[in-house]
């Protein structure tokens, strides 16, 4: 009797009888009834596309030519101005929040009802109200009125990015403008040099794209964390200023502090503007609204498209 050979417990056993009684029953169900794989299955769909759909790209394309064509012509009219816009954005101090302007009105309208109310009070019941005046007043809330530009009127640089896909529902002509400006994908990113002409070709496609003015801070941010280069036509990620001194160390731009001075500057070389701008390749950003929010939460970017101004920051910090 061997003696070196090892006892196998019954359970053991008990589980390899039955994964060996399972993959049997297995065998004889493929050969009764073959089922197929999930590479067999693959067929090409036909998707099926409602004549109401049909219909309704139609009318978006017309319409959307049409407002092309008199932009072209007409221009913005009183759409859009022509000198430089600036507004008030109100900030609680309390509170550390912003507030809306229609909410700032009605506390400006409940002080002055109080203040009313109070007068009333003094001027029926003499001094012995004004102890009482006091304890019911309001508390006073520090607002701090911050002005800003609403439009991009008398800047340099401007960024510019495309919001709505530029699909078969848009008419050419616009397609080719959104080309022009380099903006072929549905959020890319571009720095423009705002002239007259860019100026135009923007308002030919405002409801596509969401254009501003972006402060030092945010081009820097851009430049460093959304960064690429295109060399030999391919899509380089800026890892090392040694790739912008072989590039552009012709025009004695070395780094990146370089190509930021570039974009920011006020006294603008074109030609230097116009180099970094076909260095740097279309910046890829994010969307605002994820599809969670847009699809369960309804929460939708409105009617938010065309110039912003300084608030641009703000789009731009929540996309990158």
């Known amino acids: 009797m061997n003696t070196d050979l090892q006892l196998v417990p019954e359970s053991l056993l008990k589980k390899r009888h039955d994964l060996d009684a399972l993959k049997a029953r297995r065998a004889a169900a493929l050969l009764t009834n073959p089922r197929t794989t999930r590479k067999q299955i693959s067929k090409k769909q036909v998707r099926i596309i409602k004549p109401e759909t049909i219909l309704c790209q139609a009318r978006a394309r017309k319409n959307a030519g049409v ?26 101090e309390g509170r550390e929040e912003e507030m809306d302007e229609g909410e700032v009105l009605k506390q400006k309208e409940l002080e002055a009802a109080q203040a ?34 609403a439009n991009s009127i008398g800047c340099t640089t401007i960024f510019c ?19 022009t400006l380099r903006l072929r994908k549905v959020h890319e990113g571009v720095f423009l040099q705002y002239t007259p002409h860019i100026r135009k070709m923007l308002h030919l496609v405002e409801p596509y794209v969401l254009y501003g003015i972006p402060s030092v801070e945010t081009i820097g941010d851009l430049v460093r964390r959304r960064g690429f280069c295109k ?23 070395i780094c990146v502090e370089d190509l930021i001075a570039v974009l920011t500057s006020k006294d603008m070389d074109a030609d230097a503007f116009g180099k970094v701008a076909k260095f740097l390749w279309p910046f890829r950003m994010g969307a605002r609204k994820s599809k969670f929010q847009k699809r369960l939460l309804d929460m939708k970017d409105g009617k938010l498209y065309g110039d912003q101004g300084e608030v641009m920051n703000g789009y731009i910090r929540e996309m990158l």
């Open 67 to 92: 407002r092309y064509n008199r932009v072209q012509k007409k221009g913005m009219q009183k759409r859009a101005s022509d000198k430089e816009v600036v507004k008030n954005k109100y900030w609680n």
């Open 116 to 149: 009313a109310a109070n007068n009333e009070d003094d001027g029926e019941n003499g001094e012995d109200v004004a102890p009482k005046r006091k304890k019911s007043k309001l508390p006073e809330t520090q607002i701090q009125e911050i002005p800003y530009k």
């Open 161 to 179: 990015i495309l919001i709505r896909p530029a699909v078969h529902a848009t008419p050419k002509t616009v397609r080719r403008t959104l080309s």
């Open 231 to 253: 060399i030999d036509g391919k899509r380089v990620q800026i890892s090392d200023n040694n790739i912008i001194e072989e590039n552009l160390g012709d025009a004695g731009l």
